[in-house]
């Protein structure tokens, strides 16, 4: 099987290295000023699991995410389009440094910039 024709999850190897990219980008996130605010009443653990499932499910994987719906869980948080760039930044910055390669970040980049609107408030419709 090529790369091309292999899911997304695959080519970044499985749960198990998405697993170890969460971590490392949640240590980042939570020592950035202008991110970590956003998770101080946050459970880790729970965001962890929850954001594993639905990147995992994002990226073509063997996991369906039955977690909270996108618009519902960030509404009122605050969260501005720039707070989604600097999340996407740190995320490809930990992707790199797992030595994911640049056509794999940049699929990962564009996965993400789908659910921008949601996670923002930018919707124009719910859901």
Do not use: W
């Not at 950035?32 to 994987?61: C, I, T, W, Y």
């Not at 993400?112 to 609107?117: E, G, I, N, R, V």
């Amino acid at each position: 099987m090529s790369d091309d024709s292999r899911a997304l999850f695959e080519r970044l190897g499985g749960a198990s290295s998405l697993k170890a990219i969460l971590d490392d980008f949640y240590l980042r996130v939570l020592k950035d000023a202008e991110l970590a605010p956003f998770f101080a009443e946050v459970s880790l653990e729970r965001l962890r699991n929850m954001q594993f499932h639905f990147m995992a499910s994002a990226f073509g994987g063997p996991v369906e995410y039955s977690g909270a719906e996108l618009t519902a869980i960030h509404a009122h948080r605050g969260i501005k389009s720039t707070h989604f760039a600097k999340f996407c930044s740190l995320f490809a910055d930990v992707l790199e440094d797992h030595s994911v390669g640049q056509r794999e970040v940049d699929d990962v980049l564009g996965r993400l910039a789908m659910y921008k609107d949601r996670i923002t408030g930018d919707a124009t419709v719910d859901g």
